[in-house]
């Protein structure tokens, strides 16, 4: 199972970006998948995660500004950010709970992407 994040990148304070994390392999199912942030230092946090049942969580500091989405059909995860600060930028990294032929569910990790907002 492979777990690849993109869309990452530089922008000004107030700017957008979507970030995409495609998930692929010997999949039979993908349950819960998420959006964790990490700056050098300092521990990974949740940013949002999304159940299969539709429902969705968000950091309380994203709240307003990131959505969280996934198409299942694509086994992708997206997260649109908008009107990012300086404090969003981190290491952006992606997970999902993988349940592959005849086996248990195992999450998995995806290399991350980088998100810089600066003036």
């Known amino acids: 199972v492979l777990v690849v994040e993109s869309g990452g990148g530089f922008v000004q304070p107030g700017g957008s970006l979507r970030l995409s994390c495609v998930v692929s392999?010997?999949?039979?199912?993908?349950?819960?998948m998420a959006w964790y942030r990490q700056v050098p230092g300092a521990q990974r946090e949740l940013v949002a995660d999304?159940?299969?049942?539709?429902?969705?969580n968000y950091a309380d500091s994203v709240k307003g500004r990131f959505t969280i989405s996934r198409d299942n059909a694509k086994n992708t995860l997206y997260l649109q950010m908008n009107n990012l600060q300086p404090e969003d930028t981190a290491a952006y990294y992606c997970?999902?709970?993988?349940?592959?032929w005849g086996l248990g569910d195992e999450r998995y990790w995806g290399q991350g992407t980088q998100v810089t907002v600066s003036s």
């Open positions: 999304d159940t299969p049942h539709g429902m969705t």
């Open positions: 997970n999902a709970d993988v349940r592959r």
């Open positions: 392999g010997d999949i039979f199912a993908i349950g819960r």
